[in-house]
T-cell receptor, first 114, second 113 residues
Framework: KNQVEQSPQSLIILEGKNCTLQ??????????LRWYKQDTGRGPVSLTI?????NTKSNGRYTATLDADTKQSSLHITASQLSDSASYIC?????????????FGTGTQLKVEL | KAGVTQTPRYLIKTRGQQVTLSCSPI?????VSWYQQTPGQGLQFLFE???????NKGNFPGRFSGRQFSNSRSEMNVSTLELGDSALYLC????????????FGPGTRLTVT
């Protein structure tokens, strides 16, 4: 069964600190992995999308890594800001004979405090 | 370029009623997908439409249906509403398939009483 597990479930950090969110998946056949940021009451916004051959991808202060062998990904946030407080969702896409299948993680709730 | 728009943004319905939600994708995007988001289950895929045809479907009962028009706008319908249907319904559009980057709308918050 395709699954995406994220950890931790929630996290509180001080402004200016770094943090790393984890995503483990058992989706196959793997096509790509995405990280989304979702502010409360809004739709998710894409941060990165990584294919099998990509190990690292950055988007400003956000850096995602992918290890396709161990089926793990991480999202590193550098020099956190209050505006980084949001839910971060890992999504894995599988390309099957029946079409694309998306499997969603339940998200990591990040709170950045002063 | 305008983003994905969804209407209405908020909706309150009673059990047994039906509801129709609307989604306008980004101009040029032909794939529109729908998702249900609840605190307990997170984001769950409902279905995807491309060129007016349903191309992918999640594991939801037949009470959930949708359609896409020739201008790529899409509607989602839920019949015989249940309390458990209370959720944030998100629509996303992409250029071609679910494998491409998804751009989400702000969602419709549905409350069933």
């Amino acid at each position: 069964k395709n699954q995406v597990e994220q950890s931790p479930q929630s996290l509180i950090i001080l402004e200016g600190k770094n943090c790393t969110l984890q995503c483990n998946y058992t989706v196959s056949p793997f096509s790509n992995l995405r990280w989304y940021k979702q502010d409360t009451g809004r739709g998710p916004v894409s941060l990165t999308i990584m294919t099998f051959s990509e190990n690292t991808k950055s988007n400003g202060r956000y850096t995602a890594t992918l290890d396709a062998d161990t089926k793990q990904s991480s999202l590193h946030i550098t020099a956190s800001q209050l505006s980084d407080s949001a839910s971060y969702i890992c999504v894995v896409s599988a390309l099957t004979g029946g079409g694309n299948k998306l499997t969603f993680g339940t998200g990591t709730q990040l709170k950045v405090e002063l | 370029k305008a983003g994905v728009t969804q209407t209405p943004r908020y909706l309150i319905k009673t059990r047994g009623q039906q509801v129709t939600l609307s989604c306008s994708p980004i101009s040029g995007h032909r794939s529109v997908s729908w998702y249900q988001q609840t605190p307990g289950q997170g984001l769950q895929f409902l279905f995807e439409y491309f060129s007016e045809t349903q191309r992918n479907k999640g594991n939801f009962p037949g009470r959930f249906s949708g359609r896409q028009f020739s201008n790529s706008r899409s509607e989602m319908n839920v019949s015989t509403l249940e309390l458990g249907d209370s959720a944030l319904y998100l629509c996303a559009s992409s250029l071609r398939t679910l494998d491409y980057e998804q751009y989400f709308g702000p969602g419709t918050r549905l409350t069933v009483t």
